[in-house]
């Protein structure tokens, strides 16, 4: 096998493999990239077994062929030569000639028979726009559990229906929940599987990349997810097992409701909660007339307390929460104000962006702590 390819192109798509290749495998072959070179275009293939990429880019294929080389150490390398062509000559020993310029390396590859097949993606079932796919990765990611023996709650659920696409993530002490309503072009029957995390980061760094216009294609079988998204493809495992009925944790009522400005209550929790115990990060809420109150103390570090303005006129109120759990929500937001509504100490709260927010509807609940 043998091709020239433009630097800036190959580096593109290498950066995209590197969070799927396994970096620490018993599986030597896992750490290597498959390069295939055919009909004017050089396809990389990286996957983990659980998780694959498929990307592609053009280039002067002067022998077809395929082969393997180590994922990390061709990206390291690539990214050093000048911003120019590249040219690859794979050899019988499955070692490959890499020439740029007036550079000339040697590297060790492996063959290409020991790499993983890919399965091929069957008929879309679906289309969504990049920047929605994004958007409710971005607002329910770090809601996801990374306890492994939860496995169920590993990633998030996923469901596509005629109204609109809706994703919950809970880790059993948060659930955050967003839907959003838009017509999904090819949808014929509801959709729904388990996403797990990795796909989930995968995919953002993937609608980074999107070309202004298109759209992710969606497919799926017994087994797998695919995300289809330009000339790249995302190829993921399922998670089996039954998702929590996320809707009976939803709060229908809430006794007390404030609205706050995000910008300040963030800064206000973020200096808090540098006094918080370091395990629990847990800070107390309390709401008095005219204003919300955030505090810390640790016996032996020391106590932090701030103020925020609130239109706020009942009784007193206290609640204690995890200080990291209000910060992911905080910062996954983006509309200038956001809403607390409470029920009682013991009852889990809600929070969501306020006012008018495009119609599409964002959910944030957490259970609070006991002091």
């Not at 090819?186 to 070309?211: C, D, I, S, W």
Request: aromatic share 8%; hydrophobic share 40%; glycine share 6%.
């Amino acid at each position: 096998m043998e091709f020239s390819i433009r630097k800036t192109d190959l580096v593109r798509e290498l950066s995209l493999s590197q969070g799927v290749v396994e970096k620490r495998t018993t599986i030597p072959i896992l750490s290597n990239v498959l390069i295939e070179a055919r009909q004017g275009q050089v396809q990389l293939t990286a996957t983990d077994l659980e998780l694959g990429i498929r990307c592609v880019c053009p280039a002067q294929v002067l022998v077809e062929g395929a082969g393997t080389l180590p994922a990390r150490r061709l990206l390291d390398y690539v990214r050093l030569l000048p911003d120019v062509e590249v040219n690859f000559q794979f050899l019988e020993n499955e070692w490959a000639t890499i020439r740029c310029g007036r550079s000339r390396t040697r590297m060790a590859g492996m063959s290409r028979e020991s790499f993983p097949e890919l399965p091929p993606m069957p008929e879309v079932v679906a289309e969504l726009p990049p920047h929605v796919l994004s958007d409710m990765i971005a607002r329910t990611i770090f809601a996801v559990s990374t306890e492994e023996s939860r496995f169920t709650l590993n990633g998030a659920l996923l469901v596509l229906k005629a109204t609109g696409s809706v994703m919950v993530a809970t880790d059993g002490h948060r659930l955050a929940y967003i839907e959003v309503p838009a017509e999904l072009p090819r949808l014929t029957t509801p959709f729904r599987a388990l996403l797990p995390r990795k796909a989930m980061g995968e995919l953002l760094k993937l609608g980074q990349e999107t070309e202004q216009g298109g759209m992710v294609r969606l497919a799926g079988d017994e087994n797998h997810l695919f995300f289809g998204v330009g000339r790249r493809l995302l190829i993921t495992r399922k998670l089996s097992g039954s998702f929590p009925d996320y809707e009976r944790v939803l709060p229908r009522e809430a006794q007390i409701t404030v609205v706050l400005d995000r910008d300040e209550v963030r800064a206000a929790i973020e200096r808090v909660s540098q006094f918080a115990d370091e395990r629990s990060h847990a800070i107390r809420i309390q709401l008095v007339p005219g204003e919300v109150r955030f505090h810390s103390s640790v016996s032996d570090t020391g106590e932090s307390e701030e103020a925020v303005p609130a239109q706020y006129e009942g009784e007193p109120f206290e609640i204690s929460f995890n200080a990291s759990y209000i910060l992911d929500f905080l910062r996954a937001t983006t509309e200038e104000q956001v809403q607390f509504n409470f029920r009682d100490p013991q009852s889990a709260a809600e929070m969501r962006p306020a006012g008018d927010h495009g119609g599409y509807s964002y959910r944030y609940v957490v259970m609070p702590m006991r002091l």
